[in-house]
């Protein structure tokens, strides 16, 4: 297909922001998208009121380790800082502290300022910054916290479980798409699976397709689509996580870019389309759609064990979780471990016991011969 590696395909955008851009990159490459904006065209609404009263609040108190979430949000808070007159104080206390980023885009929005890190986790994910703070002594410690658009009410509350005192800093609130309509019509051609892939570049939006999904009673084959046929794309493991609850597998790139997410679809769309080929435990495993031959012979599959190989073939070879497969597994499956044994015997028994191979304390891989 040359420089249109996506002709054929119908893609689902969600995104706001950047929008045109992200239509862009896919129509160039052939794609035919199907728009529907899953929140605000200015999503992240600042209460000034409210924020100024918390930053005055803050300013000149002792605060020991600050927890910065979004780059974005730190941008706004210190913009609107600077327009109050604010900004030099604010600065100068959040600078005392021992700071702790969420990710790279919080961390260069400190850096523009004067601020650095202490810490920051490699995963990008808010989760791993808790860990890093359960492991420590939080008696008496003053935990400031920037939200991300969403309330982080319960991650304050386990904080302060731990002995610490925590105050959260809203800057913004994510606010849904004032036209809600478009949403509808894309949850209907995931039921339908009249598209190929979905993008999600903001976990909110996952929050705001299931939504409308569980509103309009498609949950359940919206669900089973993007488990079978439907990729759900993610810009990076942050969005890909607000998936996990709902048993969706999705994929996102290496780096969490929006150039990157659209070249990650270039190669993950015509690949399932052609079919996926491997040679595993001396026989031959062909993939196409929802059929699964091996040595050319039809495998009938359940949706449990099916959903396993779906999450085995993300990356053939490479060790999958049994946490990532119990989150792959179809909705109304049992949420335990012991489900995820039972699936894998299945597919054992289906595929052969030597295709899928037990890695100890780590989980499952398929048996796929590596080229030298």
Known sequence: MGDQPLAGFRVGVTAARRAEEQI????RRGAEVVHAP???VDPNRIDEDDLRAATEALIGQPVDIFLATTGIGMKSWFAAAERWGLLDPLLETLGRAEILARGPKSVGALRSHGLRELWAPESEEFEDVLSHLR????TGRRIVVQEHGQSLSMAAHALRRLGAEVTTVTVYRVVAADDVEPMFRLVEEVAARRVQAVT??????VAALMEA?????RR??????FQADVVASCVGPVTAAAFERWGVPSIWPERSRLAAMVKQLEVELPSRAAGTTLEVAGHTLLLHGDDVLLDGVEVRLSPAPYAVLQALLVNPGNVVSRRDLLAALPSGTAGSEHAVEMAVARLRA????RCIQTVVKRGYRLAVTVEP
């Open 350 to 353: 289906a595929l052969g016991t």
């Open 135 to 138: 492991g420590r002594n939080l």
């Open 220 to 225: 359940d084959d919206v669900i089973t689509a």
């Open 213 to 217: 999904a569980v509103s309009t009673g």
């Open 38 to 40: 899953a929140l605000s």
């Open 24 to 27: 862009a990159l896919l129509e």
């Open 200 to 205: 999600f570049t903001a976990a909110p939006a």
